[in-house]
């Protein structure tokens, strides 16, 4: 069974990251949600408290398929300055595992020349970090290992896509249909 870790810092946008934990545990899909401090306890962006299952030190990532990152300006910012959490970035990426980013926090991907010559989509103001992207307008993209997508409005999408990379395609689409999205 595929494991798929969702980071949470310190502002990040609740919906984003939650749907994700949501619609891929109902397709069946191991999630982890890591805080990224070795305090489990993350506020989100709108001060909405969660308790992740584990912390960052504590997370075997061999066991990782792949990571995800919510967006939310603060929380983005803080996922970016973990240090631990960008050389896995990194790690991921190079192994061709999987990596997602949502809203603000696609430019992280930017940011770390991941992005270049791929097709990937971010919050409006955010396309400008998207460096060497073919930017898009659509509510998500996947370039090989790498998803994007542009904010909390297309989260069940971004949420399906990355779950369609885990379990068949019929499993995804009873659990759409199961939610009323399609």
Do not use: W
Not at 31 to 43: C, E, Q
């Amino acid at each position: 069974m595929a494991t798929i870790a969702v980071m949470l810092a310190e502002g990040f946008e609740e919906i984003e990251g939650l749907t994700v934990v949501d619609i891929c545990r109902r397709c069946g899909i191991e999630v982890v949600t890591v805080s990224i401090t070795d305090d489990r306890n993350v506020m989100g962006s709108h001060k909405i408290p969660v308790i992740a299952d584990e912390v960052f030190a504590n997370v075997d990532f061999d066991k990782v398929d792949m990571i995800v990152l919510p967006g939310g300006l603060r929380g983005t910012q803080n996922l970016e300055a973990c240090e631990p959490l960008m050389k896995k970035i990194d790690e991921f990426y190079k192994s061709d595992k999987y990596i997602a980013a949502i809203c603000a926090a696609p430019s992280i991907f930017g940011h770390r020349d991941i992005l270049n010559g791929r097709v990937a989509c971010s919050y409006p103001s955010f396309e400008g970090h998207l460096a060497g992207a073919v930017v898009s307008r659509n509510p998500v993209e996947k370039s090989d290992n790498v998803i994007t997508g542009r904010g909390m409005g297309v989260s069940i999408e971004f949420a399906l896509k990355i779950a369609e990379q885990f379990v068949d395609a019929e499993k995804v689409e009873d659990v759409a249909v199961g939610i009323i999205y399609r």
